[in-house]
C-alpha cells in the first residue's frame, strides 16, 4: 500500500500538530502491540476440549500472529507519515 502523505500548509494543520498526533498514535499502537503479544487466547490448551482442537489451536496462533503483523504494519505507517512531514518543514 502506497502511503498518502498529507503536504502540510497555512489552510490546514500545522505539520508539528500532525507529526504530535502521529507520535501519539503510534505509541498507542505499540502499547495495543504489548498487549496483545501478552494475550494468550491461543494457548492451544484453550482448545484441547474441542474435537478439532488441536487444529483450531494452531489457526488461533496463525490469527494472533497475522494481528500481530498488522498492527506492527500501522504502527511502520504511523510513524512514516510522520517522518515524511518532518522533512517538509
Known amino acids: ?3 498518502i502523505i498529507p503536504v502540510a500548509n497555512m ?4 505539520a508539528s500538530e500532525l507529526i504530535e498526533q502521529l507520535q501519539t498514535a503510534h505509541e498507542a499502537i ?8 501478552a494475550c ?3 494457548n ?10 488441536g487444529e483450531l489451536g494452531q489457526q488461533a496462533r496463525t490469527q494472533h ?7 506492527e504494519t500501522v504502527k511502520h ?3 512514516e507519515v510522520a517522518y515524511e512531514l ?4
Open 77 to 79: 505507517n504511523v510513524i
Open 44 to 53: 492451544g490448551r484453550n482448545f484441547q476440549t474441542l474435537a478439532n482442537g
Open 11 to 14: 489552510n490546514g494543520n500545522h
Open 30 to 37: 505499540g502499547k495495543a502491540v504489548e498487549a496483545l503479544r
Open 86 to 89: 518532518s522533512i517538509q518543514k
Open 1 to 3: 500500500m502506497k502511503l
Open 40 to 42: 494468550e487466547y491461543s
Open 65 to 71: 500472529g497475522e494481528w500481530l503483523q498488522s498492527l
